[in-house]
């Protein structure tokens, strides 16, 4: 009777071996699309900051910021408005939720980065936004999550290397604005990302794209509108209307909807990881496209960045 018990305990585990293999072969793929999109939003938003720099000097900020969720949206309706009619119960439902993500995520990230190309580099803006990471612990610590001591050392090792960049290496900490601009930026960001975890199921990704850019827009109409009365507008030519067209469609509706896309299969923490690419990407595009040096000081900024982050974020790092 045993070894009949047990060749039908084997038959068994072989007969749910494939589905245990096909659902754990699931759960790998989604990680490596995760991964991929988030990558892919991570390479995309380096050049928008370089985009950001180029403009600062020919649109201004808030102008910049507006213009763009009108191109994205233009971008996104096609595939996007009918989703977010069929929805429009729904969205109603959670309107309060809406708001916020649209304020963090549309309103004010992008037009505190704009703000921050017109006194610092794209270098330096996208080392800074590398550590958004860091906030985004903080609110899982908030969370009940236990970070663990390695995570806690990487992200004072990465914190670090953002006060040595923004000092510029003063123990005066003279800060430069554009920096302090970065800084709200990235606390702005993160929580986005954060907030996104706790997007109802329901709502379709599409949906949820199309009403945040739509109200982000509207929630800008206004200072838009006080800008034009006291800037002036910007002459469209095809040095600030191409620029406008990347960060519209690619940046905007390409990038915001591999990202959101990201945290849902793989979670803010693990997409965050990939996050940390973005200042050597930044510096190159900037090095190439705008002629910006990288000093011996940003390289030992970007190392303590880089590398409080990937130690805060290694596999074990909250136990």
Known sequence: MAVLDRVHGSATADAADPADRGGAGKARRAA???????????VVWSGSFVTSRALADSV????????????????????????????RALLREHIRFLLLASLLGVTVYNTLVNQAGISTTAGNMGM??????????????????????RRVVGLLIACAGVLLLVSKGSLAMDFAVGDLWMLAAALSFASYSALLRRKPAA?????????????????????FVASLVIQGGFEPTPATVSPLLYVGVISSALAFFAWNKAISLIGAARAGVVYYLQPVCVALLSFVVLGEPTGPMQVLCMGLILGGVILGAARGGAK
């Open 32 to 42: 490596t699309l995760g991964l991929l999109l988030a990558a892919l939003a991570t």
């Open 128 to 149: 800074i936004m590398a550590a958004s990471p860091v906030v985004m612990a903080l609110y899982e610590r908030l969370g009940g999550t236990r970070l663990g001591a």
């Open 203 to 223: 709502i379709e990704g599409l949906s949820f794209l199309f009403t945040t850019f739509l109200l982000g827009a509207l929630m800008l109409a206004p200072v």
């Open 60 to 87: 201004p900020p808030v102008q910049h910021a507006f213009w763009r969720w009108i191109v994205a949206l233009v971008a996104v309706a096609p595939f996007a408005a009918r989703a977010a009619w069929r929805q």
